[in-house]
């Protein structure tokens, strides 16, 4: 995948292999694996960032297994790729609402959560979030597992005001644990 340069800058990279030692230069293709990147990505498993969301942090990632993680959706495609925004570790801040509209109770985060309902949040769902400051990789189940959404600042200007933005697979507000994008 390429970027064009703007104003000088470099651009982010990412490299994609079809099979292990040989590089794909088209990104639309089936990927067993995928080799290091400078950046971190979102990956989705249809064109034009559509379905299940696969967070891609700095590494490499051999088999489908290690971006499907455990206890989620498994796929062995990954067809549309963009950067995280705002990845960044020292200001990381996000609140979770009960209800739809930033109703409800609500849960002020800025570290990882491998587990909501033994850090005190009593509901499995998540109505909507507002995300202040950087980015976070939100889960179905405890011990970060399960469907992924990738949720930035810099998208809906940190405010998603009902699961259904959390992405195009999102189905139920069904979200039990959350950690901070690594970089």
């Not at 979102?42 to 971006?67: C, H, M, N, T």
């Amino acid at each position: 995948l390429a970027a064009r340069p703007q104003s000088g800058l470099v651009p982010p990279s990412l490299k994609v292999w079809a099979r292990e030692g040989a590089f794909c230069p088209e990104v639309g293709c089936a990927l067993p694996g995928s080799g290091p990147q400078k950046e971190n990505w979102v990956a989705f498993e249809y064109p034009d960032f559509q379905g299940q969301q696969f967070i891609l942090e700095k590494g490499d990632y051999p088999r489908w297994s290690a971006w499907s993680g455990s206890g989620g959706h498994h796929s062995d495609q990954l067809l549309s790729f963009r950067p995280v925004l705002c990845a960044n570790h020292s200001d990381s801040r996000v609140t979770l609402f009960e209800g739809e509209n930033f109703q409800g109770s609500k849960f002020e985060l800025s570290d990882d959560y491998p587990s909501l309902p033994s850090m005190g949040w009593a509901s499995k769902d998540v109505g909507s979030l507002k995300v202040s400051s950087g980015a976070w990789v939100a889960y179905q189940y405890p011990g970060y597992r399960g469907y992924q959404y990738v949720l930035e600042r810099d998208r809906h200007s940190g405010e998603f005001r009902t699961y259904t933005e959390f992405g195009t697979q999102a189905h139920t507000g069904l979200l039990q644990s959350i950690r901070r994008v690594q970089h």
